[in-house]
């Protein structure tokens, strides 16, 4: 089974930068897209940037300037990169790594961001 293990979430002060990483367990058959989702309490799981196996990079309603996303081809299975600049309170939230081949979703267990003076 598959599994998505997620780092690099913490407490940053506003205007201030983090980087998330996510890689997977072993290498995923057919993956068609990996990307960033974030949740908070009482809201709907909303999509930050998922980059998709073609090269395109979809990004949620103004993500894309803040919040970007990348392939880390160093890696010996699959594996994404998060850099979010800029950051805001409103930006606090659990990050979730999601990724997607025919016939499955994965996802992982979930980072906190907490963006906080």
């Known amino acids: 089974q598959v599994e998505l293990v997620e780092s690099g979430g913490g407490l940053v002060q506003p205007g201030g930068s983090l980087r998330l990483s996510c890689t997977s367990s072993?290498?995923?058959?057919?993956?068609?897209?990996m990307g960033w989702y974030r949740q908070t309490p009482g809201k709907e799981r909303e999509l930050v940037a998922v980059w998709h196996t073609t090269g395109l990079k979809i990004h949620g309603p103004d993500m894309k300037d803040r919040f970007i996303i990348s392939r880390d081809s160093a890696k010996a299975t699959d594996s994404v990169n998060l850099q979010m600049i800029d950051l805001k309170p409103e930006d606090t939230a659990v990050y979730y790594c999601?990724?997607?081949?025919?016939?499955?979703?994965?996802w992982g267990r979930g980072t906190q961001v907490t963006v906080s003076s």
């Open positions: 072993e290498p995923i058959t057919g993956i068609i897209h």
């Open positions: 999601k990724a997607a081949n025919p016939g499955n979703e994965y």
